[in-house]
T-cell receptor, first 109, second 113 residues
Framework: GNSVTQMEGPVTLSEEAFLTINCTYTATGYPSLFWYVQYPGEGLQLLLKATKADDKGSNKGFEATYRKETTSFHLEKGSVQVSDSAVYFCAGGYNKLIFGAGTRLAVHP | EAGVVQSPRYKIIEKKQPVAFWCNPISGHNTLYWYLQNLGQGPELLIRYENEEAVDDSQLPKDRFSAERLKGVDSTLKIQPAELGDSAVYLC???????????FGPGTRLLVL
């Protein structure tokens, strides 16, 4: 069946450090891929998405490229801020989203 | 534009009691989803509605869980009777249609004692 695997957390970084959170998927065909972010006490917010191979999603300095060859959708940001501290979820699917387990990011001043 | 609205935000009940959660999707969104999120895990789909029809309820534990979306807008998810293992966050999401981007509400955090 379809599945999404993302790197385990927590990830702890200093402010302005480079961020990568790995995500790989297993699916039939090429489903849409998403990154959602969950801030403390809040619901999931869509961060970015890509609907086909080689698409790059970007938002708020975050980027992820849909890599068909490696079935990956890694999340990157060049310079993280304390306000980026949250749990990040990779998800994929057509009409039913399959989520990864989430990666907690903690950014320290 | 208002987002997905859920209530209550928090609920504490004793085991074997019933509980209900309410969701109001984004206006114009025909597709509505209920997800279960256990602590430290990603959400898992319980049920998906296309207008008022439940088109995917394969993951819904039907012995104790039920859901309805009578007029194709608001939806209610019910658990009766609740068990300790039902303690989790229940998320509602909506989208314009099948395969469209899903937008999530803040969730209802349930604690069963």
């Amino acid at each position: 069946g379809n599945s999404v695997t993302q790197m385990e957390g927590p990830v702890t970084l200093s402010e302005e450090a480079f961020l990568t959170i790995n995500c790989t998927y297993t699916a039939t065909g090429y489903p849409s891929l998403f990154w959602y972010v969950q801030y403390p006490g809040e619901g999931l917010q869509l961060l970015l998405k890509a609907t086909k191979a080689d698409d790059k999603g970007s938002n708020k300095g975050f980027e992820a490229t849909y890599r068909k060859e490696t079935t990956s959708f890694h999340l990157e940001k060049g310079s993280v801020q304390v306000s980026d501290s949250a749990v990040y979820f990779c998800a994929g699917g057509y009409n039913k989203l399959i989520f990864g387990a989430g990666t907690r990011l903690a950014v320290h001043p | 534009e208002a987002g997905v609205v859920q209530s209550p935000r928090y609920k504490i009940i004793e085991k074997k009691q019933p509980v209900a959660f309410w969701c109001n999707p984004i206006s114009g969104h025909n597709t509505l989803y209920w997800y279960l999120q256990n602590l430290g895990q990603g959400p898992e789909l319980l049920i998906r509605y296309e207008n008022e029809e439940a088109v995917d309820d394969s993951q819904l534990p039907k012995d104790r869980f039920s859901a309805e979306r009578l007029k194709g807008v608001d939806s209610t998810l019910k658990i009766q009777p609740a068990e300790l293992g039902d303690s989790a966050v229940y998320l509602c999401a909506s989208s314009l249609g099948i395969s469209e981007t899903q937008y999530f509400g803040p969730g209802t955090r349930l604690l069963v004692l």
